[in-house]
């Protein structure tokens, strides 16, 4: 084992990440660097074990060690996502579980729930729905900065939907919101202010071409067909079907969006820019979707 009781926490975080840095990993799902990462297993497993308090020259117990260094091998020898690994995922400063029911959440939607939609819709959004929503993060991220809105999940894997039931607890929301199995907008009813989606958008190439870590990742959630866009040209096509007439849809494609582009050079898409980093994201209004025939 790398690590024995009479180690600083800050020595078993340097060797965790110098494991992490040598083991040929792709940082992505959370963190964009070992020494992150390194921080984040540790510390969640010290702060788990009901420590009270994290000092950089703390000595842990043989019980958390052998925790770290159990994590530490399955993280670099099997390529697995430290958020699986523990069960957790931060998206727009929220906690979220996660398994691998459901991709990790990494929108940089988080940015714009984080600024309120701020220049994106006019005024705050009574009734939300987050299509493929996963985890659950986008949609109720959203309600937490929303608190008067309502929120509908929907995903087409009802194992995902377990998931978000978890988080809506978990973030004890629950009575704000719906839980809809759904393929895509078939079993959605009503309409709403704002529709917000990280539908699946990675082809069939480009997805045999990731790293392993996402080969953990439900395939059901990355891939669609005709090279990624076939789910969220379906959206465009159905959307304003469920929005009020003063409604925003947001559309995440990804690397998709040049494609998507070309497909239609007209549409009026609006490509949103991040401080933080991150592409691929569009919005559109209801009057524009019921102009545009996509």
């Not at 990355?222 to 929005?243: D, M, V």
Request: hydrophobic share 45%; charged share 20%.
């Amino acid at each position: 084992m790398l690590f024995n009781t009479h180690q600083t926490l800050k020595q078993i975080v340097t060797l965790a990440s110098k494991e992490l840095e040598q083991a040929d990993l792709f940082f992505g799902h959370g963190t964009d660097n070992p020494w992150d990462e390194a921080c984040w297993l540790v510390e969640t497993l010290v702060q788990r074990s009901g420590a009270k308090q994290i000092d950089a020259e703390m000595k842990l117990d043989e019980v958390v060690l052998e925790q770290i260094q159990s994590l530490l091998s399955k993280r670099s020898n099997e390529k697995i996502p430290l958020a699986y690994l523990l069960n957790e995922a931060w998206f727009a400063d929220l906690p979220f579980y996660v398994d691998e029911k459901v991709i990790i959440p990494r929108s940089p939607i988080a940015e714009l729930i984080k600024n309120c939609f701020k220049s994106i819709v006019k005024q705050e959004p009574k009734t939300i729905l987050d299509l493929c929503c996963g985890s659950g993060c986008i949609g109720l991220a959203s309600a937490m900065v929303f608190p008067e809105s309502t929120v509908v999940l929907a995903d087409l894997s009802v194992e995902a939907l377990q998931v978000a039931a978890i988080n809506s607890e978990k973030l004890e929301l629950r009575s704000r919101v719906t839980l809809q199995p759904s393929d895509l907008f078939t079993d959605i009813e009503g309409c709403f202010d704002l529709i917000v989606s990280n539908p699946p958008y990675v082809g069939e190439h480009e997805y045999l071409n990731l790293p392993d870590e996402y080969k953990h990742e439900p395939a059901l959630a990355l891939l669609s067909e005709h090279n990624g866009l076939a789910i969220p040209i379906e959206i465009l096509r159905q959307a304003a079907n469920y929005l009020n007439e003063d409604g925003i849809l947001l559309l995440e494609v990804g690397n998709s969006w040049q494609a998507l582009a070309d497909i239609y050079p007209d549409a009026p898409f609006l490509w949103l820019e991040f401080e933080n980093g991150g592409e691929g994201i569009l919005a559109l209004s209801y009057m524009q979707l019921r102009h545009y025939k996509f």
